[in-house]
């Protein structure tokens, strides 16, 4: 089975532009998470999507939101990016109570 | 909202010894415990996770506690080896993890040759 999928791997953006970053979850999984890593906060959690419902929510800034398609592919849009935008996203999904398979995210660089 | 604090951040040690590596929450509604495994430039791996209806759990070298009274929890790497060195994160969620997990800042492991 191929694992989660995210593209692209890196963006180089510049302040107030916004963002779109593409996951797809592994095969079968309906629910899909996305978390914001960098070094000084860690894994930090955006939002959670399933069945394309928003079913949970992390404490970000309505400039970050996302979507899920009907196949369960995601999508996380951040507007008017900031510096302290620059991160590590990673998307996960999961199947019921089964753990978290993240994939290997996508470097934002806001310069 | 949940709050995670994960120690200590940096743990050396030699090869062939054991690691621990703790961390404490506060929601004790919480119910799931997964430990992550990050190699640098590599994606978060999952290597072990409890629940809170279980005290204790192993896989091979790894080990997982669990004291819900105290609302602490550790990881127990045994027999340490170099392909252990990495960075570890501890999570912390309800309704199995559902709910999206809380995590500590993470623990560089660094085993010595």
């Known amino acids: 089975k191929a694992g989660v999928t995210q593209t692209p791997r890196y963006l180089i953006k510049t302040r107030g532009q916004q963002v779109t970053l593409s996951c797809s979850p592994i095969?079968?999984?309906?629910?899909v998470s996305w978390y914001q890593q960098t070094p000084g906060q860690g894994l930090q959690f955006l939002f959670e999507?399933?069945?394309?419902?928003?079913?949970n929510k992390g404490n970000f800034p309505g400039r970050f939101s996302g979507r899920q398609f009907s196949n369960s592919r995601s999508e996380m849009n951040v507007s008017t990016l900031e510096l302290g935008d620059s991160a590590l996203y990673l998307c996960?999904?999961?199947?019921?109570?089964?753990?978290?398979?993240f994939g290997n995210g996508t470097r934002l660089t806001v310069t | 909202g949940e709050n995670v604090e994960q120690h200590p951040s940096t743990l050396s040690v030699q090869e062939g010894d054991s690691a621990v590596i703790k961390c404490t929450y506060s929601?004790?509604?919480?119910?799931?415990f997964p430990w992550y495994k990050q190699e640098l430039g590599k994606r978060p791996q999952l290597i072990i996770d409890?629940?809170?209806?279980?005290g204790e759990k192993k896989d091979q070298r790894i080990a997982v506690t669990l004291n819900k009274t105290a609302k602490h929890f550790s990881l127990h790497i045994t027999e340490t080896q170099p392909e252990d060195s990495a960075v570890y994160f501890c999570?912390?969620?309800?309704?199995?993890?559902?709910?999206?997990?809380?995590f500590g800042k993470g623990t560089h492991l660094i085993i010595q040759p």
């Open positions: 996960a999904s999961r199947a019921p109570n089964s753990p978290l398979h």
């Open positions: 095969s079968g999984h309906r629910s």
């Open positions: 999507y399933f069945s394309e419902t928003q079913r």
């Open positions: 929601d004790s509604a919480s119910n799931y």
């Open positions: 409890i629940r809170s209806n279980v």
């Open positions: 999570g912390v969620g309800s309704r199995g993890g559902a709910d999206g997990l809380t």
